[in-house]
């Protein structure tokens, strides 16, 4: 295990770190830890306007080079400090995250209550591609779910309190998206006030907002819970859903003063404008997307439909391709040629092969084109090497294996005797590391294994090549 934390002396006040650690790595990977802020923040109880990301680099000879890790913004250090708040954590390396909640007048403030500021680490497991956290004198981790929330006071298994931040109940409320296409609401323990529960109020309206006043309860949680799950709402509809918090006493009936206001529009939600169609790269529309940010991926399905009209009422899209791991972000559909006939419409979505769901469709896209047999085609089209296929290798990043997909068309389509196929790899050199494939190959789709355990860690190449066409992939192989 790698660890970034000597035995250091530390202040009386203010002492608390967060320690930062990778382990399951073979070799000395350089792994960028990244705390990014989700709402108000508060510095020396104020509320504060920096602080908004916090990084520190852990690489595996770091052990011997100093402490690694933040500490909380007021305590001199030689690295990026943070303040009391709501987090994002990630990482450079993997695509999983999750959320931390510093928003405890006892972290790291021994007047509150002394034995409650000892330090906490938080670890990135490379085999399980998982973050999970200890107190410092704890002898064992606990696993963070997948975009799960984790609370100072939780670690520390202490209660919270809020008493000590400027304003904290007129700014605490934040929304994000747990990752379901459902809207997560995430506030703290109501200072100054006896709550026995707290209540949710939601209003559907549009960009300008709405009055209070015109709020509908929609759930009554315990005392001590402080988030909660709209499953009624889909991030990804167009409308504009705003919420509140209020707390509630019900020994008197009375309710405390209103929360900030917080939207689903404020939410981060990329993927409803990720996907774009490039009409000028050849006679194929291929479409680009982004990476959905929140749906665990395994791969990505694309769905098209044609139609003789620009705005059909009504469309039936069929699912054409699924691309080979969640690191393909493109695909050409070469069933289809562009010109001035039918209006072709695309969309992406993504998908877990584990648990056979789909993610909310991306936004859709349009050209104009038609089938191939459908259109009158040059025997220049005919004849190029429009069929083709390398998918990106799966797993990647992969250790010690992988697979390589790729498709070679029919040789009666395209040529008149079958070509030779060669699939080769190659260091970030340029130097062949070995051949995979060299052979006449009929038409069909086919997967090769690719084993690395001979191989350093790095970059590597590999090209497909048949005729005149050739394509080439890069994968990474991380012991």
């Known amino acids: 295990m790698l660890t970034c934390s000597p035995v250091f002396a530390q202040e009386k006040l203010f002492q608390e770190e967060i320690t930062l650690v990778v382990e399951g790595f073979k070799d000395s990977p350089t792994v960028t830890y990244t705390l990014e802020a989700i709402g108000t923040l508060w510095a020396n109880s104020a509320i504060s306007k920096s602080y908004k990301i ?22 001199p250090a030689p690295y990026d400090p943070f303040a009391h708040g709501f987090y994002k954590l990630k990482t450079n390396i993997n695509t999983n995250y999750a959320y931390l909640d510093f928003r405890d007048c006892q972290f790291a403030n021994q007047s509150f209550t002394p034995n409650y500021s000892t330090d906490f680490e938080i670890k990135y497991n490379a085999v399980t591609d998982k973050f999970s956290h200890k107190d410092h004198l704890a002898p064992t981790y606990t696993e963070i779910p997948d975009k799960g929330i984790v609370r100072i006071w939780e670690i520390k298994n202490g209660i919270p309190t809020t008493t000590c931040f400027q304003d904290f109940w007129q700014n605490c409320l934040v929304i994000i998206d747990p990752g379901t296409d459902n809207p997560q609401l995430i506030w703290g323990p109501i200072p100054d006030f006896e709550a026995t529960g707290y209540k949710i109020y939601r209003a559907i309206g549009n960009s300008s907002g709405l009055s209070k006043t015109n709020y509908s309860l929609i759930e009554t949680t315990a005392a001590n819970t402080f988030d909660y799950i709209d499953g009624d709402i889909d991030l990804s509809d167009s409308q504009y859903v705003f919420y509140y918090v209020a707390a509630y006493n019900s020994a008197i009936n009375q309710n405390s003063e209103l929360t900030n206001l917080v939207c689903t529009k404020n939410i981060e939600n990329t993927w409803k404008a ?80 584990n648990t056979n769901s789909t993610s909310k469709p991306s936004n859709v896209v349009t050209t104009r084109g038609g089938m191939y047999k459908q259109n009158e085609l040059s025997e220049e089209h005919k004849t190029g090497n429009i069929k083709y296929e390398l998918s990106q290798n799966t797993p990647n990043p992969f250790n010690p294996s992988t697979t390589i997909s790729f498709t070679v068309p029919s040789s009666t389509e395209y040529y008149s005797v079958l070509q030779n196929v060669t699939l080769k790899v190659y260091d970030i050199l340029g130097n062949e590391v070995t051949t995979l494939v060299d052979e006449n190959k009929p038409a069909g789709n086919y997967e090769v294994k690719f084993d690395g355990s001979n191989l350093a860690s790095g970059i590597y190449f ?18």
Request: zero cysteines; proline letters at 2%; aromatic letters at 16%.
């Open 54 to 75: 916090a990084e520190e680099i852990v690489t595996g000879n770091s052990i011997n080079q100093g402490r690694k890790g933040w500490r909380i913004f007021w305590e």
């Open 274 to 353: 990720s996907l774009l169609v490039e009409t000028s790269l050849g006679i194929n529309p291929h479409l680009y997307w982004q990476k959905h940010p929140t749906f665990t991926t395994t791969n990505y399905k694309i769905y098209r439909a044609i139609s003789s009209v620009s705005n059909p009422r009504t469309l039936t899209y069929n699912l054409i391709h699924t691309t080979a791991s969640e690191d393909v972000f493109e695909y050409t559909d070469q069933d289809v040629a562009q010109g001035n006939s039918d209006y072709v419409f695309y969309y992406v979505a993504a998908y877990n092969s």
């Open 462 to 479: 590999y090209k497909l090549q048949s005729g005149s066409f050739a394509q080439t992939k890069k994968l990474l192989l991380l012991k």
